[in-house]
């Protein structure tokens, strides 16, 4: 481990890359029901036009 970690670290330095292909795993189940929420608008807050709104927001009882 402590060579590939060495001889990976070389290389990006030297080509100014990450030497092997990173691939996204498949997503699962809670993170496909959030994807899905978003595109239909579905379980979003509302809209802040500043921080400070925002904060308000946050630090509100209910």
């Known amino acids: ?3 590939f970690f060495t ?3 070389k290389q990006a330095v030297r080509e100014q890359r990450i030497p ?3 691939s996204m795993d498949i997503p699962n189940a809670d993170t496909i029901r ?3 929420d978003v595109k239909h608008g579905k379980n979003l807050s509302r ?3 500043s ?3 925002l904060m308000e927001d946050l630090n509100a009882e209910d």
């Open 20 to 22: 092997f292909a990173i």
């Open 7 to 9: 001889i990976s670290a």
């Open 47 to 49: 809209a802040f036009s």
């Open 34 to 36: 959030a994807i899905d």
């Open 1 to 3: 481990m402590t060579t």
């Open 51 to 53: 921080v400070e709104e």
